[in-house]
């Protein structure tokens, strides 16, 4: 046995919006959304359900066969726009999860965060012997930052609501977690994000009128022209020397587990690593959830029976800033 993930669970809130009513809020035709963007519907969260209250509920669902008291550490990986602003929701999460012993902190790196989270727990295990459960639990909320009226950004449509978890243990009968690979480049750190309510410009009536606490892109054709020659490129590179670090290569894959994007992005991945879309799993029922969807995709694959033992699996990110990040899990698929 290895460090690897025992449990996945997956919340999502039943609100709904389709492509159809996606395609009268952007402008965009609803077969463009479906055909381009990969996107016949999401899940929306409405106001009674917070990015925390998400990844409790699939946090519960994780740990629904343990003694919450036997989890040592709890870590969220999910999306920054939570709850409050400059508030931790891991103690949140701790405390409703009834996981008392366990101490609660918080991982952020936008959309890439689930493969580096894993690393993070794997390693934490590794070295340390009275850590024996980890739980790696996520929430998002993101489709609430989106603002249709910004042509710079309502392209984000994407943007999904959900919870996310995955239990790691230091004996697990499931899977094993092998090896990372991270790839950072700083360059794109100015290009996405919410302009207002941190303290560069901290929130007011004016940044309020002006729509300033939405997701925004700053020049969306410059960032284009600087991403497209290197995405997809980062994105094999990082899945590559994870499965080189590994002992494998991409033919050996199984099953590659990616965040939500266009298409033709999602294509092109595939193609670069020479795999089929039945080697993949494709959120075009979910849209993008921000650091979740590699573990929700990992969630179904284990829903429908898609890893047997001794395949390989990778999950793969990118997030704003811009890092890409890759992570080898072995499947074992034992019983108890």
Not at 145 to 171: C, E, H, K, Q, W
Not at 185 to 199: I, T
Not at 224 to 248: Q, T
């Given at each position: ?98 996981a008392k012993n366990a101490y609660a902190f918080e991982m952020m790196n936008v959309s890439s965060c689930f493969p580096i989270a894993l690393k993070v727990a794997k390693d934490m295990i590794a070295s340390d012997q009275s850590i024996q ?204």
């Open positions: 046995m290895g460090i690897g993930i025992e449990t996945t669970g997956a919340f999502f809130p039943p609100g709904i919006e389709t492509a159809s009513e996606l395609a009268l809020k952007t402008g965009i035709p609803e077969q463009v959304i479906i055909e381009k963007f990969g996107l016949f519907q999401k899940h929306v969260a409405d106001e009674s359900m917070q990015a925390s209250d998400l990844a409790v509920a699939a946090g519960s669902q994780a740990i629904k066969h343990y003694d919450p008291q036997s989890i040592d550490v709890v870590i969220y990986f999910g999306s920054p726009h939570k709850d409050y602003y400059v508030w931790s929701s891991a103690p949140k999460i701790q405390h409703e999860l009834g459960n980890i739980l790696l639990v996520g929430g998002c909320k993101e489709s609430q930052i989106v603002d249709y009226s910004n042509p710079r950004s309502r392209f984000m449509f994407n943007f999904a609501d959900g919870g996310a978890a995955a239990l790691i243990t230091r004996d697990s009968f499931q899977s094993e977690i092998l090896e990372s690979a991270i790839l950072t480049d700083g360059s794109f750190h100015d290009d996405v994000r919410v302009p207002a309510g941190g303290s560069k410009h901290f929130a007011c009536a004016e940044t309020v009128e002006k729509h300033l606490h939405y997701i925004d892109v700053k020049d969306p054709l410059s960032m284009k022209e600087r991403l497209d020659p290197v995405s997809i490129s980062n994105f094999d590179h990082v899945i590559r020397k994870a499965l080189h670090k590994s002992g494998y290569t991409p033919q050996d894959i199984k099953l590659l587990l990616p965040l939500h994007t266009k298409r033709s992005m999602f294509k092109e991945l595939l193609q670069s690593l020479g795999l089929s879309e039945e080697k993949a799993i494709y959120l075009d029922h979910h849209g993008h959830m921000s650091a979740l969807d590699p573990c929700i995709g990992l969630h179904f694959a284990k829903e429908q029976g898609l890893l047997n033992p001794g395949d390989i699996a990778v999950v793969v990110s990118a997030g704003t800033g811009y890092t890409w990040a890759a992570t080898v899990v072995k499947w074992k698929g034992e019983k108890k």
